[in-house]
């Protein structure tokens, strides 16, 4: 059984700042890695994927992957109101984590 | 296009009924994938098909469940006998596949949530 692991949260930051949410895996063998946003009651939609080690930046959005410790992170950086969601990381396609809520207080 | 389509949005079923679900890709994706969410957890897998093919489907997946997509466009998810735990959000997604990692990219639709009273 492949397992993902997130912190449920919820996690609040300020408008402005930095929000940082993790998922680790437990399958050492997995390649590909994504996080999906979900707003309340929409579709999962895709943020970023990662497949290297190290960190893909995507306007706002880096991701940073470490094989080693089979861990993933998402950073937001400059969080707005809009971003509140919740955050679902998935691993090798098919096997997704509970997501972590996040909220941004203006 | 406008992406992945469902169909229906809401079934209400009783208990023991058997309800069928219709998903159709983005057009030019022949990749196709079943996921069931319940309130508070992610996407749990379901099965996935390649073109025609299933490719793969969960072992926690009950004989009750099945899926077809017989000419490699649109997917049908049929659940027999339906129970009360089957009552969640029923997503499908598709991707366009290839060799290309940008290929792994799934596209979720609006789902279909399900009701078994």
């Known amino acids: 059984q492949k397992e993902v692991e997130q912190n449920s949260g919820p996690l609040s930051v300020p408008e402005g700042a930095i929000a940082s949410l993790n998922c680790t895996y437990s399958?050492?063998?997995?390649?590909?890695f994504f996080w999906y946003r979900q707003y309340s009651g929409k579709s999962p939609e895709l943020i970023m994927f990662i497949y290297s080690n190290g960190d893909k930046e995507d306007g706002r959005f880096t991701a940073q992957l470490n094989k080693a410790s089979q861990y993933v992170s998402l950073l937001i950086r400059d969080s707005q109101p809009s971003d509140s969601a919740t955050y679902l990381c998935?691993?090798?396609?098919?096997?997704f984590g509970t997501g972590t809520s996040l909220t941004v207080i203006p | 296009d406008t992406g992945v389509s469902q169909n229906p949005r809401h079934k209400i079923t009783k208990r023991g009924q058997n309800v069928t679900f219709r998903c159709d890709p983005i057009?030019?994706?022949?990749?196709l994938y079943w996921y069931r969410q319940t309130l508070g957890q992610g996407p749990e897998f379901l099965t996935y098909f390649q073109n025609e093919a299933q490719l793969e489907k969960s072992r926690l997946l009950s004989d009750r469940f099945s899926a077809e997509r017989p000419k490699g466009s649109f997917s049908t998810l049929e659940i027999q006998r339906t129970e009360q735990g089957d009552s969640a959000m029923y997503l499908c997604?598709?991707?366009?596949?290839?060799?290309?990692?940008?290929?792994?990219?799934?596209?979720f639709g609006p789902g279909t949530r399900l009701t078994v009273l």
């Open positions: 399958d050492r063998g997995s390649q590909s």
């Open positions: 057009s030019e994706h022949n990749r």
């Open positions: 997604a598709s991707s366009l596949g290839g060799s290309g990692r940008a290929g792994d990219t799934q596209y």
């Open positions: 998935a691993v090798s396609q098919f096997y």
